[in-house]
């Protein structure tokens, strides 16, 4: 279980407003119906540098907010701009995946609403001694929780051959994923892999001139390696279960996902829900059978021209959204 922090750093004010939350009126538009009820609560799953956060505790004036995070300097950094609101949140460091526990510990049997920003945040993007961007030299960490788990670069160093094309592929959908694999092994016969540039200089030379034209060879590989050394699909599939679970009756919850593998996952669960699960042929839908959810939006929701144009990090977003209808059979 993780802490309540205290005492961010006096540069995480400054940084924090850096950030842009994505689709933030169209999130307060969904989740408002739910959260506008007395005493709701409102669980950010992602609460990053707290701009959603923000956004909703000064909308939703008997709003509770629960906000999780693994990246404690992100954890910071909202406690400091939170500041005005401390006496209604609680910011916990912990892996969205461990919802239902911190909510047990908490007290807290059901929630209103639940949000998810998925995928890496601007800070994690913007630090240049995190690892995460191909476009920045940095150590090959890309730990979201920087205090514990492996390193991109001891994946790098350990993982063999086949194990790398995996991950690769699995994770980047690469298709030069088994090339890739197989000039890092070689590579690390001499030396060790431990900076983004040097990732970078071997993906570039690896991957054949017409294909370069195609787009970065390392934006897909940067993306797997982040996803491998964070788990993050794993914790996904975790999350959402238990975040449905503890929606109420007319709770609702907003995911906003940057890559088809999260939206993925998100559609599979959000859609299964939607669905009744009445036998063909049964005359009488059973009310045990009818659908737990109701989708608020069709399809996955893309971000406004006007919003991609302005914030280029919303340009890959895809937002899904659904309400709970009953109470599970």
Do not use: W
């Not at 390696?225 to 914790?235: C, F, G, H, Q, S």
């Amino acid at each position: 279980m993780g802490i309540r922090l205290r005492g961010p750093s006096p540069l995480a004010m400054a940084d924090t407003d850096l950030h842009t939350p994505v689709l933030l009126e169209r999130c307060i538009e969904l989740l408002a119906p739910a959260l506008e009820r007395p005493g709701a609560v409102l669980v950010d799953a992602t609460l990053g540098l707290g701009g959603h956060a923000e956004a909703f505790l000064a909308r939703f004036p008997d709003l509770h907010l629960v906000g999780l995070d693994r990246d404690t300097a992100a954890l910071a950094h909202s406690e400091a701009r939170l500041a005005a609101y401390s006496a209604r949140t609680d910011l916990v460091h912990t892996v969205y995946d461990r919802i239902r526990p911190v909510l047990d510990e908490l007290g807290i049997d059901e929630v209103a609403g639940v949000l998810f920003d998925l995928g890496v945040s601007s800070m994690q993007l913007d630090r240049d001694d995190r690892g995460f961007s191909y476009s920045r030299d940095a150590p090959l960490d890309m730990r979201m929780d920087a205090s514990q788990g492996v390193t991109a670069a001891e994946i790098l160093a350990t993982a063999d051959e086949r194990e790398l094309t995996r991950i690769f592929r699995e994770y980047g959908e690469e298709k030069l994923a088994a090339r890739y694999a197989r000039r890092i092994v070689q590579h690390r016969q001499t030396a060790p892999l431990t900076t983004s540039r040097e990732l970078v200089d071997l993906l570039q030379a690896a991957t054949p001139a017409a294909q370069q034209r195609a787009g970065h060879p390392a934006k897909r590989v940067f993306q797997a390696l982040r996803i491998e050394v964070n788990r993050e699909l794993a914790a996904l599939e975790a999350a959402l279960p238990q975040a449905l679970d503890a929606l109420a009756v007319g709770g609702r919850i907003v995911v906003l996902a940057y890559q088809s593998l999260e939206d993925r996952i998100v559609k599979h669960e959000l859609q299964g829900r939607a669905r009744s699960t009445a036998p063909r042929g049964l005359p009488v839908e059973l009310p045990q059978h009818r659908p737990e959810l109701r989708l608020l939006v069709r399809g996955a929701e893309l971000a406004p021209d006007e919003e991609r144009a302005r914030n280029p990090r919303a340009i890959p977003v895809r937002l899904r959204a659904a309400e709970r209808l009953r109470e599970a059979a």
